[in-house]
């Protein structure tokens, strides 16, 4: 029988025939990268073998059926790029999923917190939509929810959507989370970012395009942290000199942000990449020994070219 389809790149057009139910054995679907169009087929709940589907990148349109959470067996589902609109169904009985990726459609209203409860759950995706909120459907599930203190999900990408008001406190249960992106939301000052400490493990974190108006002080037990984007945040005042000891920070953007003045010096040695563009940062440029892309246009800096750049600029002409 049938298991494995790939149709990934083949320039298919027109809507999923209804003769897909017929595959009752079929383990593996890869519609990726194609033209198809249309709605889902309700057919599609009959595929119960199904293990991994990959419907992204197509012009599929209307609503993600509530037969869906039938594929209890399916540990891959991704729909990214696409026009769908419309809820996320509850997803309560589909166990063994690993990857869910909605993003860039046109989902919206509340995304289900029950979601955060699936035992397999690795990496959720649901950027680039209209979701406004969440919504606890099983408020008895959640209770069970709270006492998994080892929770697989590392990846959660809830990024351009319209999320407003402070963090949901599942949140803090998700303590394997690895990346968190929260950006282009209407996340406030009530954000309330102290409940993030909990997330050792957290390596990137992009809170930008928000308005949190102040420098979050949390972050400087954030060990573990490789990337932090907090640009576009309207925080004023001083960059606190804490922020240079992180230990493994390698990307840093306080872009587009009113920050006039930064503690130095500057001697983290793991810092690659910072972007300080379009603050008010005044006086002397501070001392940077290890960075290799560095942005302070449009601040009101007055100062030389300290000698350290310099040398660096000599030897990336050099080795370029």
């Not at 046109?106 to 979701?131: A, E």
Request: proline residues 5%; aromatic residues 8%.
């Amino acid at each position: 029988m049938l298991s494995i389809i790939m149709l990934e790149r083949c320039n298919f057009t027109g809507p999923i025939p209804d003769t897909i139910a017929s595959l009752k054995q079929l383990v593996h679907l890869d519609m990726s990268y194609n033209s198809f169009s249309g709605s889902i087929p309700n057919s599609m709940a009959s595929l119960t073998q199904l293990v991994y589907l990959d419907m992204s990148y197509n012009r599929f349109s209307g609503s993600i059926p509530n037969s869906m959470a039938n594929l209890i067996r399916l540990g891959y589902l991704s729909m990214s790029v696409n026009n769908f609109s419309g809820s996320i169904p509850i997803f309560s009985m589909t166990k063994n999923l690993d990857t869910l990726d909605l993003s860039q459609n046109s989902l919206n209203g509340q995304i289900p917190i029950s979601l955060f409860s699936l035992p397999s759950l690795r990496s959720v995706r649901l950027s680039k939509n209209q979701f406004s909120g969440f919504n606890n459907q099983f408020p008895g599930q959640m209770k069970e929810f709270s006492n998994i203190s080892s929770h697989l999900l590392e990846d959660l990408s809830l990024d351009n959507n319209n999320l407003e008001g402070p963090i949901p406190i599942f949140i803090l249960e998700l303590q394997g989370l690895k990346s968190l992106s929260l950006s282009s939301n209407h996340f406030n000052s009530s954000l309330e970012l102290g409940v993030i400490q909990q997330l050792k493990n957290l390596v990137h974190l992009d809170l930008s395009h928000n308005k949190l108006k102040t420098f979050p002080d949390f972050l400087r037990n954030q060990s573990n942290l490789g990337s932090l984007d907090l640009s576009d945040n309207q925080i004023s005042g001083e960059i606190p000199n804490w922020v240079w000891k992180l230990p493994n920070l390698s990307d840093l953007d306080l872009s587009y942000n009113f920050l006039v003045t930064l503690e130095g010096p500057i001697l983290n040695l793991s810092l690659k990449n910072l972007n300080l563009r379009s603050n008010q940062l005044q006086g002397q440029l501070p001392m940077i020994s290890s960075v290799q892309y560095l942005d302070f246009s449009s601040n009101d800096f007055h100062s030389s070219i300290p000698a350290s750049i310099e040398m660096n600029v000599v030897e990336d002409e050099i080795w370029s």
